[in-house]
């Protein structure tokens, strides 16, 4: 399964957005959706995971700002963010995993860049 990551762009501090993750076929037997996002000079970093049951884990900087959701029947899953900080900017990816917290094995993809400045 491909995934293509989109939804970014430019935004102000406060703003909101929402990612989404489409993926080239089924993803109801997939266990565990997550989103990455890296920024340059570091490592990547899982921002938010959910698991087929409806289990969810985030970052401790996203937590109560960002909703990851999926909707199987659409193939699709998406992080929605609110309340964006200037250090939420970076290139965000979504992939997939067997575990919340386990490692991805997915390509990677393009991703979407996310950019909060004023």
């Known amino acids: 399964v491909q995934l293509q990551a989109f939804g970014g762009g430019l935004v102000q501090p406060g703003g909101s957005l929402r990612l989404s993750c489409a993926a080239s076929g089924s993803i109801s037997g997939i266990a565990v959706m997550a989103w990455y996002r890296q920024t340059s000079g570091k490592e990547r970093e899982m921002v938010a995971s959910m698991h087929v049951g409806g289990n969810t884990n985030y970052l401790d900087s996203v937590r109560g700002r960002s909703i990851i959701y999926r909707i199987n029947a659409k193939n699709t899953v998406y992080l929605q963010m609110n309340s964006l900080k200037p250090e939420d900017t970076a290139v965000y990816y979504c992939?997939?995993?067997?575990?919340?917290?386990?490692?991805?094995?997915?390509?990677w993809g393009q991703g979407t860049q996310v950019t909060v400045s004023s």
């Open positions: 992939n997939y995993q067997r575990s919340l917290l386990g490692t991805p094995f997915g390509s």
